[in-house]
């Protein structure tokens, strides 16, 4: 049994398991249906450090030359001109800050421009530096760099840098044991019998079936799955392959932690094309299309953004609510049926070239139907954990009601709590669902609120919440 703590309670609640079934309380978020929202290889000679660093198995150093980034320089140069071109001015240290581009490097190729006319000094900046402006000449060359792309960002890092990054932090390498998924549903009131179902599942790393009626805690359960692997991974702000960039880095599926200062415990910054972030977990829903399973070309920007599994590498991606997607399930299964096989995928760049990039991500499908009357064999045996996330019982529910009223603070009436389960569930043959117990006492709440009332269980205001609640269910 899965029960959402309110803020007071801590501790696991151990149960009686039911066979074969495991079953998910939720209350605080339980199914947000529908909702949006690999192993130790090492990095090339010039790739960032792979390794062990403050515990990480990855950590990408501070770049000193340009040799270094594993860029060309045409390609730094054209990021120069378009940031000068978007800003105006800036000095040299402004540059490279916001280029991501070493210090001494990045002044030396500003002299080289300002020799060659396409920048000019505007002024004197502290400690020897100036502030930089283009020339006529400069403006015209910037805006031919983006007529080709208009990404003005960070500098990228190459492709096979990103895919030994990706090696080194697989999820693959993590093994949680039963403290860290403790750990990971720690805001969770937890039995034993469900953590020794989900941790083999876990382990592998190959994706798994949650499966039940809606209102059970399925995306609860997939949300949280994440955390029981290491917490911090690095990806690159950008990817640089066959000529064009990948901006990889996204604020909404990606959370940024730390800061760009100097790490105190390596004793030396990291390169700042990489951004240090928690292991994604990202959720989509019956808005998923083909599209966003690849690359994404802007014709306008000439930009292209990642696909969704690309972006959840080394993390989660869950399908919420399997079936009901735009596309057939079947059509999902043709194209990822081999990438969940070797664990590495095939994408198309706009010019028409094939990249293989990591697919390195526990997918999660998470559905109300059932898992055989969607897919076929060949797409089961690659997914090999089905979980079927069942209704709680009545000690269960009764024990949700009391988790919930006081997290809710809504006085607790026992009688009231025996007349609801008594007239709106064995009199209606109602199953239990885990959500109901939280949206039940929301309606006697804001009940309370609207005649400013305490708010309390009471037989009255369950008829009137069931009536509300329950009148097309």
């Excluded at 609640?13 to 909702?35: K, L, N």
């Excluded at 930009?303 to 869950?318: A, D």
């Excluded at 990039?357 to 089905?386: G, H, W």
Aim: charged share 25%.
């Amino acid at each position: 049994m899965i029960v959402l703590k309110p803020p007071p309670l801590k501790k696991a609640r151990d149960s009686e398991a039911s066979s074969g079934e495991v079953e998910a309380i939720d209350p605080g978020a339980a199914e947000a249906e529908g909702a949006a929202t690999t192993a130790g290889a090492s990095a090339s000679d010039d790739a960032p450090g792979v390794g062990p660093a403050g515990g990480e198995a990855f950590f990408p150093p501070e770049v000193e030359t340009l040799a270094q980034m594993g860029l060309p320089d045409a390609l730094i140069e054209s990021l120069i001109f378009k940031h000068l071109l978007a800003v105006g001015s800036n000095t040299g240290r402004g540059i490279a800050r916001d280029l991501c581009l070493p210090g001494k490097p990045a002044h030396q190729m500003l002299a080289d421009l300002k020799a060659r006319q396409f920048v000019v000094y505007k002024g004197a900046a502290s400690m020897g530096d100036f502030e930089y402006a283009l020339t006529d000449a400069g403006r015209e060359r910037a805006r031919g760099f983006i007529a080709e792309s208009s990404y003005a960002g960070c500098a990228p890092v190459p492709l096979h840098d990103y895919v030994a990054s990706v090696r080194a932090q697989t999820i693959t390498l993590e093994q949680p044991g039963l403290d860290a998924l403790r750990r990971a549903f720690s805001d969770l009131l937890i039995r034993e019998s469900m953590l020794d179902i989900l941790g083999p599942a876990i382990n592998s790393g190959r994706g798994m079936f949650l499966y039940g009626h809606a209102g059970n805690g399925k995306t609860s359960i997939a949300e949280r799955i994440t955390m029981c692997f290491g917490t911090h991974i690095w990806v690159p702000r950008a990817i640089y392959v066959e000529g064009q960039i990948i901006q990889f880095f996204d604020p909404q599926c990606h959370e940024r932690v730390g800061t760009d200062a100097p790490s105190i415990v390596k004793g030396a910054a990291h390169d700042a094309r990489w951004v240090r972030i928690r292991r994604p977990t990202i959720v989509v829903g019956g808005e998923l299309m083909m599209e966003s399973l690849e690359l994404c070309y802007n014709q306008h920007t000439k930009i292209t953004e990642p696909s969704l599994q690309m972006k959840s590498n080394c993390g989660t991606l869950v399908i919420d609510d399997f079936g009901r997607q735009r596309m057939k399930p079947i059509e999902l299964l043709n194209r990822w049926i081999v990438p969940l096989e070797k664990r590495h995928d095939f994408l198309t760049l706009s010019n028409g070239k094939k990249i293989q990039v990591p697919f390195d991500q526990l997918i999660i499908f998470s559905t109300n139907l059932e898992p055989r009357e969607l897919v076929d064999d060949a797409f089961l045996r690659r997914i090999p954990y089905k979980i079927n996330v069942g209704d709680p019982s009545e000690a269960e529910f009764r024990e949700l009601l009391h988790v919930m009223a006081g997290a809710l603070e809504v006085e607790r009436d026992d009688a009231a709590v025996d007349y609801l389960i008594e007239e709106h569930y064995r009199r209606k043959d109602r199953p239990f669902r885990c959500c109901h117990p939280r949206d039940l006492l929301l309606q006697i709440k804001n009940r309370a609120k609207f005649v400013k009332q305490p708010a309390r269980m009471s037989p009255e205001g369950f008829d009137a919440a069931c009536e509300n609640y329950f009148a097309v269910l």
